[in-house]
Protein backbone atom coordinates (compact mmCIF):
# COMPACT_ATOMS: atom_id res chain seq x y z
CA UNK A 1 0.00 0.00 0.00
CA UNK A 2 1.30 3.39 -0.98
CA UNK A 3 2.43 5.81 1.94
CA UNK A 4 0.49 9.09 2.28
CA UNK A 5 3.74 10.46 4.02
CA UNK A 6 6.75 10.02 1.65
CA UNK A 7 9.31 11.48 4.07
CA UNK A 8 11.58 8.31 5.72
CA UNK A 9 11.11 7.57 9.33
CA UNK A 10 14.22 7.59 10.90
CA UNK A 11 17.61 9.15 9.50
CA UNK A 12 21.18 7.75 10.02
CA UNK A 13 23.98 10.44 9.26
CA UNK A 14 27.41 10.14 9.11
CA UNK A 15 29.44 12.89 11.18
CA UNK A 16 32.28 12.46 8.56
CA UNK A 17 30.65 13.01 4.78
CA UNK A 18 32.52 14.26 2.46
CA UNK A 19 31.64 18.19 1.40
CA UNK A 20 28.97 18.95 4.20
CA UNK A 21 29.38 16.90 7.25
CA UNK A 22 26.34 14.84 8.99
CA UNK A 23 26.22 17.64 11.79
CA UNK A 24 25.76 20.21 9.48
CA UNK A 25 23.34 18.34 7.53
CA UNK A 26 21.23 17.03 10.72
CA UNK A 27 21.05 21.29 11.66
CA UNK A 28 19.47 22.12 8.03
CA UNK A 29 17.29 19.10 8.47
CA UNK A 30 16.34 20.46 11.51
CA UNK A 31 15.23 23.64 10.57
CA UNK A 32 12.96 22.58 7.85
CA UNK A 33 9.21 22.07 9.07
CA UNK A 34 8.48 19.65 6.75
CA UNK A 35 11.35 17.32 8.22
CA UNK A 36 11.87 18.40 11.79
CA UNK A 37 9.88 15.94 13.03
CA UNK A 38 12.13 13.06 11.93
CA UNK A 39 14.32 11.58 14.33
CA UNK A 40 17.92 11.29 13.34
CA UNK A 41 20.76 9.55 14.52
CA UNK A 42 24.08 10.44 14.41
CA UNK A 43 26.92 7.95 13.80
CA UNK A 44 30.92 9.61 14.98
CA UNK A 45 33.96 8.18 16.02
CA UNK A 46 34.41 11.27 18.15
CA UNK A 47 33.46 10.78 21.62
CA UNK A 48 34.25 14.22 23.30
CA UNK A 49 31.61 16.72 25.04
CA UNK A 50 31.87 19.00 23.03
CA UNK A 51 31.27 17.13 19.78
CA UNK A 52 28.53 15.80 21.66
CA UNK A 53 27.18 19.38 22.73
CA UNK A 54 27.39 20.52 19.29
CA UNK A 55 25.13 17.44 17.80
CA UNK A 56 22.71 17.87 20.37
CA UNK A 57 22.62 21.72 19.10
CA UNK A 58 21.90 20.69 15.64
CA UNK A 59 19.30 18.66 16.55
CA UNK A 60 20.46 15.02 16.96
CA UNK A 61 18.15 12.88 19.02
CA UNK A 62 20.90 10.01 19.70
CA UNK A 63 24.10 8.59 18.92
CA UNK A 64 25.78 5.88 17.69
CA UNK A 65 30.04 5.72 17.84
CA UNK A 66 31.95 3.79 15.14
CA UNK A 67 32.79 0.85 14.98
CA UNK A 68 29.33 0.20 14.87
CA UNK A 69 27.73 -2.63 16.52
CA UNK A 70 24.81 -4.16 14.64
CA UNK A 71 23.24 -5.07 18.16
CA UNK A 72 23.12 -1.65 19.20
CA UNK A 73 22.06 -0.24 15.85
CA UNK A 74 19.46 -2.35 15.49
CA UNK A 75 18.26 -1.68 19.40
CA UNK A 76 18.78 2.34 18.69
CA UNK A 77 16.60 2.12 15.56
CA UNK A 78 13.95 0.21 16.93
CA UNK A 79 14.00 2.61 20.17
CA UNK A 80 13.72 5.97 17.20
CA UNK A 81 11.04 3.88 15.39
CA UNK A 82 8.97 3.60 18.61
CA UNK A 83 9.03 7.04 19.33
CA UNK A 84 8.28 8.48 15.91
CA UNK A 85 5.29 5.78 15.72
CA UNK A 86 3.75 7.62 19.17
CA UNK A 87 4.60 11.08 17.26
CA UNK A 88 2.69 10.19 14.00
CA UNK A 89 -0.23 9.07 16.15
CA UNK A 90 -0.17 11.90 18.06
CA UNK A 91 -0.26 14.22 14.98
CA UNK A 92 -3.43 12.63 13.60
CA UNK A 93 -5.18 12.97 16.33
CA UNK A 94 -3.92 16.27 16.70
CA UNK A 95 -5.30 16.93 13.04
CA UNK A 96 -8.21 14.99 13.38
CA UNK A 97 -9.47 17.16 16.30
CA UNK A 98 -8.19 20.52 14.40
CA UNK A 99 -10.34 19.57 11.54
CA UNK A 100 -13.56 18.71 13.41
CA UNK A 101 -13.17 22.02 15.66
CA UNK A 102 -12.89 24.21 12.61
CA UNK A 103 -15.99 21.95 10.92
CA UNK A 104 -17.95 22.87 14.00
CA UNK A 105 -16.98 26.40 14.23
CA UNK A 106 -17.60 26.82 10.40
CA UNK A 107 -21.59 25.30 11.19
CA UNK A 108 -22.25 27.47 13.63
CA UNK A 109 -22.08 30.66 11.66
CA UNK A 110 -25.24 29.80 9.98
CA UNK A 111 -27.37 29.26 13.67
CA UNK A 112 -25.64 32.39 14.92
CA UNK A 113 -26.57 34.48 11.09
CA UNK A 114 -29.75 33.42 12.04
CA UNK A 115 -30.23 34.91 15.52
CA UNK A 116 -28.83 37.74 14.45
CA UNK A 117 -31.07 38.49 11.24
CA UNK A 118 -34.34 37.51 13.67
CA UNK A 119 -33.10 39.79 16.23
CA UNK A 120 -32.54 42.91 13.25
CA UNK A 121 -36.50 41.92 12.21
CA UNK A 122 -37.34 41.98 16.13
CA UNK A 123 -36.10 45.72 16.60
CA UNK A 124 -38.08 46.93 13.24
CA UNK A 125 -40.68 45.53 14.30
CA UNK A 126 -41.30 45.87 18.09
CA UNK A 127 -42.52 49.17 20.11
CA UNK A 128 -42.47 48.32 23.54
CA UNK A 129 -38.91 49.28 25.18
CA UNK A 130 -38.60 46.74 27.81
CA UNK A 131 -39.20 44.07 24.88
CA UNK A 132 -36.41 45.85 22.42
CA UNK A 133 -34.18 45.90 25.16
CA UNK A 134 -34.21 42.11 25.72
CA UNK A 135 -33.74 41.82 21.84
CA UNK A 136 -30.89 44.57 21.71
CA UNK A 137 -28.98 42.07 24.85
CA UNK A 138 -29.83 38.87 22.27
CA UNK A 139 -28.44 40.97 19.19
CA UNK A 140 -25.21 41.96 21.28
CA UNK A 141 -24.55 38.51 22.47
CA UNK A 142 -24.65 36.73 18.99
CA UNK A 143 -22.72 39.62 17.35
CA UNK A 144 -19.84 38.54 20.31
CA UNK A 145 -20.84 34.89 19.46
CA UNK A 146 -20.18 35.80 15.37
CA UNK A 147 -16.55 37.86 16.67
CA UNK A 148 -15.64 34.95 18.10
CA UNK A 149 -15.95 32.50 15.56
CA UNK A 150 -14.53 34.94 13.23
CA UNK A 151 -11.27 35.20 15.48
CA UNK A 152 -11.37 31.40 15.23
CA UNK A 153 -11.62 30.47 11.51
CA UNK A 154 -9.11 33.35 10.84
CA UNK A 155 -6.27 31.85 13.67
CA UNK A 156 -7.09 28.36 11.76
CA UNK A 157 -6.03 29.85 8.32
CA UNK A 158 -2.95 31.30 9.38
CA UNK A 159 -2.28 28.47 11.69
CA UNK A 160 -2.03 26.73 8.22
CA UNK A 161 -0.68 29.00 6.65
CA UNK A 162 -3.42 29.51 4.19
CA UNK A 163 -4.60 33.30 4.79
CA UNK A 164 -3.74 36.11 1.84
CA UNK A 165 -2.54 38.75 3.78
CA UNK A 166 -3.76 41.52 1.05
CA UNK A 167 -1.41 44.70 1.65
CA UNK A 168 -2.61 48.59 1.15
CA UNK A 169 -1.15 51.31 2.56
CA UNK A 170 -3.39 53.02 5.59
CA UNK A 171 -3.49 56.18 7.22
CA UNK A 172 -2.82 55.20 10.91
CA UNK A 173 -4.72 58.50 12.12
CA UNK A 174 -8.02 56.82 10.29
CA UNK A 175 -7.25 53.21 11.77
CA UNK A 176 -6.91 54.57 14.88
CA UNK A 177 -9.55 56.84 15.30
CA UNK A 178 -11.98 53.91 14.00
CA UNK A 179 -11.07 51.79 16.83
CA UNK A 180 -11.40 54.65 19.47
CA UNK A 181 -14.86 55.06 17.94
CA UNK A 182 -15.57 51.46 17.73
CA UNK A 183 -14.61 51.18 21.89
CA UNK A 184 -16.23 54.84 22.95
CA UNK A 185 -19.99 53.46 23.88
CA UNK A 186 -17.70 50.91 26.36
CA UNK A 187 -15.35 53.02 27.45
CA UNK A 188 -17.58 55.54 28.64
CA UNK A 189 -19.96 53.34 30.17
CA UNK A 190 -16.87 52.47 32.31
CA UNK A 191 -15.97 56.05 32.71
CA UNK A 192 -12.71 55.57 30.67
CA UNK A 193 -10.82 57.83 28.77
CA UNK A 194 -9.67 56.53 25.52
CA UNK A 195 -7.64 58.48 23.17
CA UNK A 196 -4.92 58.33 20.46
CA UNK A 197 -1.55 59.92 20.43
CA UNK A 198 -0.43 60.15 16.98
CA UNK A 199 2.36 62.18 15.60
CA UNK A 200 2.35 63.98 12.50
CA UNK A 201 5.43 61.74 11.27
CA UNK A 202 3.78 58.55 11.56
CA UNK A 203 4.23 56.73 7.65
CA UNK A 204 1.26 55.25 6.18
CA UNK A 205 0.85 51.94 7.15
CA UNK A 206 1.37 49.09 4.79
CA UNK A 207 -0.41 45.99 6.46
CA UNK A 208 -4.06 44.37 5.89
CA UNK A 209 -6.34 46.54 6.64
CA UNK A 210 -9.18 44.55 8.16
CA UNK A 211 -6.47 42.09 9.69
CA UNK A 212 -4.57 45.51 11.09
CA UNK A 213 -7.88 46.99 12.66
CA UNK A 214 -8.94 43.42 14.12
CA UNK A 215 -5.66 43.79 16.32
CA UNK A 216 -5.78 47.19 17.63
CA UNK A 217 -9.54 46.01 18.43
CA UNK A 218 -8.42 43.14 20.47
CA UNK A 219 -6.06 44.85 22.39
CA UNK A 220 -8.04 47.96 22.96
CA UNK A 221 -10.94 45.49 23.77
CA UNK A 222 -8.87 43.80 26.01
CA UNK A 223 -7.23 46.81 27.86
CA UNK A 224 -11.22 48.06 28.74
CA UNK A 225 -12.08 44.50 30.23
CA UNK A 226 -9.19 44.38 32.69
CA UNK A 227 -8.53 48.18 33.50
CA UNK A 228 -9.77 49.95 36.21
CA UNK A 229 -12.69 52.54 36.06
CA UNK A 230 -12.17 55.90 36.23
CA UNK A 231 -8.92 55.73 34.03
CA UNK A 232 -7.30 55.93 31.03
CA UNK A 233 -6.56 54.04 27.69
CA UNK A 234 -4.09 55.10 25.24
CA UNK A 235 -3.44 54.07 21.51
CA UNK A 236 0.10 55.54 20.40
CA UNK A 237 1.42 54.99 17.06
CA UNK A 238 4.75 56.21 15.81
CA UNK A 239 7.60 55.66 12.90
CA UNK A 240 9.68 52.71 14.05
CA UNK A 241 13.43 51.90 12.58
CA UNK A 242 14.36 48.81 12.15
CA UNK A 243 17.30 48.09 10.19
CA UNK A 244 16.55 44.53 9.58
CA UNK A 245 13.83 45.57 7.57
CA UNK A 246 15.01 48.02 5.24
CA UNK A 247 12.51 50.96 6.18
CA UNK A 248 11.16 50.20 9.76
CA UNK A 249 7.79 50.59 9.77
CA UNK A 250 4.73 51.91 12.23
CA UNK A 251 5.08 50.96 16.19
CA UNK A 252 1.59 50.84 17.87
CA UNK A 253 1.33 51.07 21.84
CA UNK A 254 -1.99 50.37 23.46
CA UNK A 255 -1.24 51.47 27.04
CA UNK A 256 -3.94 50.77 29.90
CA UNK A 257 -4.03 51.38 33.75
CA UNK A 258 -4.97 48.07 34.93
CA UNK A 259 -3.53 45.65 37.26
CA UNK A 260 -1.04 44.78 34.96
CA UNK A 261 0.01 40.80 33.99
CA UNK A 262 3.18 39.44 36.23
CA UNK A 263 6.31 38.83 34.12
CA UNK A 264 6.16 35.12 34.27
CA UNK A 265 3.27 35.28 32.32
CA UNK A 266 4.23 37.99 29.67
CA UNK A 267 4.37 34.97 26.89
CA UNK A 268 1.81 32.62 28.34
CA UNK A 269 -0.57 35.67 27.65
CA UNK A 270 -0.02 34.71 23.81
CA UNK A 271 -0.98 31.14 23.82
CA UNK A 272 -4.61 29.99 22.77
CA UNK A 273 -6.91 29.37 25.81
CA UNK A 274 -4.34 30.58 28.61
CA UNK A 275 -5.73 31.26 31.74
CA UNK A 276 -3.34 32.93 34.25
CA UNK A 277 -3.58 33.72 37.76
CA UNK A 278 -3.82 37.21 39.09
CA UNK A 279 -3.37 38.22 42.39
CA UNK A 280 -6.29 41.38 42.08
CA UNK A 281 -8.14 39.68 39.81
CA UNK A 282 -7.97 35.68 40.39
CA UNK A 283 -8.21 33.33 37.12
CA UNK A 284 -8.97 35.24 33.97
CA UNK A 285 -8.61 33.73 30.67
CA UNK A 286 -7.14 36.17 27.99
CA UNK A 287 -5.37 33.88 25.35
CA UNK A 288 -8.15 33.87 22.69
CA UNK A 289 -7.80 37.43 21.45
CA UNK A 290 -3.81 37.93 22.23
CA UNK A 291 -2.93 34.74 20.40
CA UNK A 292 -5.07 36.03 17.37
CA UNK A 293 -3.11 39.42 17.48
CA UNK A 294 0.30 37.37 17.76
CA UNK A 295 -0.85 35.04 14.69
CA UNK A 296 -1.61 38.11 12.36
CA UNK A 297 1.38 40.37 13.19
CA UNK A 298 3.93 37.42 13.02
CA UNK A 299 2.31 36.69 9.84
CA UNK A 300 3.21 40.67 8.03
CA UNK A 301 6.45 39.54 9.16
CA UNK A 302 6.11 41.71 12.76
CA UNK A 303 6.41 41.32 16.58
CA UNK A 304 3.73 42.05 19.65
CA UNK A 305 5.11 41.95 22.81
CA UNK A 306 4.17 43.32 26.38
CA UNK A 307 5.93 45.15 29.17
CA UNK A 308 4.85 47.37 32.33
CA UNK A 309 2.82 50.96 31.88
CA UNK A 310 4.83 52.43 34.53
CA UNK A 311 3.32 53.29 37.80
CA UNK A 312 1.10 50.42 36.85
CA UNK A 313 -0.97 48.71 33.99
CA UNK A 314 -0.08 46.91 30.83
CA UNK A 315 1.69 48.02 27.69
CA UNK A 316 1.44 46.02 24.51
CA UNK A 317 4.02 47.00 21.51
CA UNK A 318 2.88 45.62 17.78
CA UNK A 319 5.53 46.50 15.39
CA UNK A 320 4.23 45.81 11.49
Request: hydrophobic fraction near 40%; glycine fraction near 6%; include cysteine.
Amino acid sequence: MERADPSPDLLLLDMMMPGMDGMELCRIIKENKLWQHIPIILVTALDSKEDLRRGLLAGADDFLSKPVSGIELRARVRSMLRIKSQYDTLQNILTLREELANMVVHDMRSPICAILGYSDFLRRNLSDPRDLEDVEKIRKEAKRINLYLSDLLLMAKMESEKLIINRGEIPVPDLVDKVIRNHAVLAEVRNITLRGDIPGDVPALFADGNLALKVLNNLVSNAIKYTDDDSEIVVRAARAVDSSRGGGGVLFAVEDQGPGIPEEYREAVFDKFKVIENENQGMRQIGLGLAFCKLAVEAHGGTITLEDNTPHGSRFLVQF
